[in-house]
């Protein structure tokens, strides 16, 4: 029937067979031509009319059933946008499930806990007291909150639940204590090397951006102090536990010194602890040290658990929160709480530490791996990264990343080239890549003849 | 062993006994002893050592046990704060499920439909081929933005599907285009009255905000080119089909008219829609008229499907789509989609369809009601509302809106007073009511009750 209304066989308006006559004319009971009646009115191809039957529907029904039916593809990747942070995001999101992402910030569907979210969402379904249809309370589900307070207490983060608030990821997170703390045109510091996306969206918020070179044990504290002098910064933007993208875990004495820094110079900290999870030997938090006094605490479970229902949350002084909380009434009406719940029974049943056990374990040994493979193909790791999935790899001298990330693509492979990361832009012999997403001999041939392409101009 | 743990008869480091003990000790099985530990250890009680067994978490673990048992407490209505827009908000959201809402913006969780959504919860956990666990695309959901394209045409607005962006909400759709479509400093103009979050919402844009007297047929047009010479807004925005908090409905030749003038003083337009599925008589849309030039449509499934997982739309100028795709990104990642295929599958399968007509009769029944038992207690109606479940209603002379409803609320029935939704603050008369939170005796009862009261000064 949709074939015969995108070729106008079926004119609109046209009457089509009772459920009766079509039952009767196909052979199949008539729940089965309800169900499919009610596809094609959902579809917008028929229309129902109460006590009259179904029609075909007249202005778009047509063009409709035609788009249906080649609505599976996806857009090829685009080659000639600007290859900056939001570049990098679309090529990401974007591309094809052939393409190779060795370069992308997350795990492999396959590695991540889909049975166990499977189960979960059965569990929601089936018990009567979930609460699917309404708006969250205005922190978000209480029960959420008390385990995240105890999880933060595991890395002496000691936050009342009273003082999180959940979000609907991390980057919302971000985004509302940047509308909270910062004013347009004030400077913000990230880490040169730094997660891309942080630029993107502190450039949504009309601040200017500086950056500090990252070390392999926190941020280099002669340039902060500088930074520090000459910009008078509002705020500084970092992960804690492992750096994105360089892998790299702050040391403790560095720690202290920057909150030194950070109280002379009124400084103030949001740590993204959005890789907590992956960790191995327990890094110092900011927050930690702080007592979250002028640093906030943001994470969320889009790396290790989901990133399809979005959760994550705001750890911040108490007289922080009232104001935090109007924030994200205002401009979202609150979280969404079945994320909440998804996420809440995953931490409660036991699911999720024995995951990532396995885990752990896993990319540990990718990240031997890709180190060995990235070694051969003549890349140099900056560090070694501790734990999690990220490292930072220098190519051989004179090579342009941005270059290579063009000639790979255009085999279906995306790289992620560093000055997409580096504020300085002075990162363009650098790649990120991301061990569980390394494992396929193609990202290493494709590197390789793309490296060869790019050391030889056209 | 979560009493002993809090009243530290069993202290911190102790190690518990092993499962197998426990097992025998309790006469249940090992897997049950399991699992009450792993429960445990997801609360903070009990942390587990690989290869060592179970012992009492040290710091914090206490405190966190008695924190759970005492969890399930809501906090109380707050008296002490102004009565504005967030007031409203959080008496809404925060109050405990015992509080009457006769005010508020959506319908009781039992007139939702709960069984559809427990259904294709279930349907997505067994579906092999669901997206569990993976960024959404930037667009969102290509069948669900096919199915968006196809209910838009239905009200006159050709939207491509390539047009159309998700969102986490409707909230989250006009954030972003505010964003885009708003500097600092440029003014907007919105109903008198308006959706009282539509204010908050402008607030945190830093935007100045004027309004124009709203009529049963749309705004007043001869205030609104008024407005338009004396401030020269950038935007304007406003519901199409049922309007909050009045109910009236807009007339197509002040849509026609309200058009020439928005394109004679290049003002543009964000035309909320998420009343859309309550209509029953068509109204005109604004963005249909228009043909998405200068008109931007949003809408949402939170007040018809479901607010626990939120999702939302922006129906756009083709040529407006990657900027607001790409500060979508940079702002959160993209949408949640687990939310967008749960309310694909309610859309596709004819459950939804089905309902809204249940739910269209049950609300004109209750809106009959409560217009006539509003008027049994001396309220006057503005206007008579074609469909939906909002109301506006006057008092008696003299009786001040903000002080019946803090009497109200002392009984424990929230109330949305006028000048939560007015700009100029001149609704001081008013109060919005939702006809199918108005079934309960109750109300009418502390309603009669709190005027009596407002009526005699203390």
Redesign the interface.
Known sequence: MRERIATRALAGGARVPSIRAMSEQMGVSKSTV??AY??L????ALA?R?GSGFFVAG??GAA?AR??SG??G?PAPKLDREIDP?WL??QS??TDSRALRPGCG?LP?AW???DA???A??A???DPRA????????LGL??LR??L???L??HGI?AA?EQIVLT??G??AL?ILC?FLLE?GDTVVVDDPCYF?FQ??L??H?VQVVSVPYTPTGPDLAAFERVLKEHRPRLYVTNSAIHNPTGATLAPAIAHRLLKLAEEHDLLIVEDDIFADFETDPAPRLAAFDGLARVVAIGSF?KT??????CGYIAARADWVEPLV??K???????????A??VQRL????T??RYL?GLRAQLADAMGETLRRLASAGLTAWTRPQAGMLLWAQLPDGLDAAQVAREALADGVVLAPGNVFSVARNAAGFLRFNASQCNRPKVYETLQRAMERAATPA
């Open positions: 309800v169900e009610e596809r009115v959902a579809e917008g129902a109460r202005h778009g409709l788009g249906l609505m599976h996806t939001l995001t679309r999101l974007e997350w569907a991540l806990p889909q979210v499977r189960r969402l059965r929601i379904a089936r609460q699917l249809t309404d708006y969250a309370t205005p209480p029960a008390h385990q307070a105890w999880r207490g595991q000691e639940p609907d990821g980057s919302q985004d509308r347009p996306n993107a969206l450039r949504v009309r889009s658990m989901t990133a399809a229902a979005r109007d924030l009434l205002s401009v979202s009406f609150g979280n969404g709480e079945l994320a719940d998804l931490l409660v049943d036991g999720y530490r056990d």
